[in-house]
């Protein structure tokens, strides 16, 4: 197994450093979140394609999971940013770089380098799990019960993305605060999702084993701290709470801030 994860590492490090070159080409990193999703989704392809003996159901099961998770986030990511344009986290953190002029060594160790190095980590609950589940490996009632929570956490990700993106869309909402639909539940539905689909995930990859579970038990910890507070929640509340001012603050009061739950009055 510790050869084909060096593998996996190997398409990985390809695949970013062919992508920092694009990014230096155009003076913006900030397609990088589209490839947090669809990164995940390749290494669990490359995963499933090269597992001794063939890949069981279970592999096959935690693969469909991981790559459809990751496509569709990394495309709606991508989709944004042709659309809204260089995000201004990565703006802040190059900043002094570009003034500088050595915007491409800090694209590679600050954006690139780390990101690849938290991506793989993140996804090594479905890397293990589908190398660990070779034919005839079954979908056992653990990994049901995973899928049942990947799939509340799909639902919550997808659907909040889409009532965001036709909030935005509408001129009319223009400083405005969407609370409405899962919004008006929690303040981060689409990270909610994030956070269930990848326990989901790693609930199948303990279908496999529980050792495998415990050895990539970091990732999801990993993820749940850096959506709950590093550049999830925290972050983004911040930018919030200066451009939506009161609004948002009332918002606030009467919204949970990550685990839905009914709106207070």
């Not at 260089?86 to 500088?100: F, H, S, W």
């Not at 490996?137 to 919550?156: E, R």
Request: with cysteine; charged share 15%; glycine share 10%.
């Amino acid at each position: 197994m510790f050869e084909l994860l060096a593998l996996n590492a190997a398409i990985l490090l390809v695949l970013v450093l062919i992508q920092w070159a694009i990014s230096v080409r155009i003076n913006d990193v900030s397609f990088i979140d589209a490839f947090w999703g669809a990164g995940m989704g390749i290494l669990a392809v490359a995963s499933w394609l090269h597992v001794p003996g063939g890949p069981g159901a279970l592999a096959t099961l935690i693969m469909a999971m991981t790559a459809a998770w990751g496509f569709r986030l990394g495309g709606y990511l991508f989709l944004r940013w042709r659309r809204e344009g260089e995000d201004k986290r990565y703006k802040l953190i190059l900043r002094k770089a570009r003034e500088e002029g050595h915007f491409a060594r800090a694209a590679l160790t600050k954006v690139w380098l780390m990101q690849a190095v938290l991506l793989f980590m993140v996804s090594s609950p479905a890397q293990v799990g589908i190398l660990a589940s070779p034919e005839p490996a079954p979908i056992t009632p653990l990994a049901w019960a995973g899928l049942a929570l990947w799939s509340l956490g799909v639902f919550f990700e997808w659907v909040g993305d889409w009532q965001l993106t036709r909030f935005k869309a509408d001129p009319a909402n223009k400083g405005q605060v969407l609370d409405t639909g899962l919004w008006r539940y929690t303040r981060h539905p689409n990270y909610f999702g994030d956070f269930c689909a990848w326990w989901g995930i790693w609930l199948a990859c303990a279908a496999a084993g529980w050792g495998y579970a415990a050895a990539t038990v970091v990732g999801p910890l990993f993820l749940s701290f850096t959506l709950t507070r590093w550049s999830g929640v925290t972050l983004l509340e911040k930018g919030m709470d200066k451009s939506k001012g009161d609004k948002y603050a009332d918002y606030k009061r009467r919204t949970s801030a990550f685990f839905p739950m009914p709106p207070k009055a």
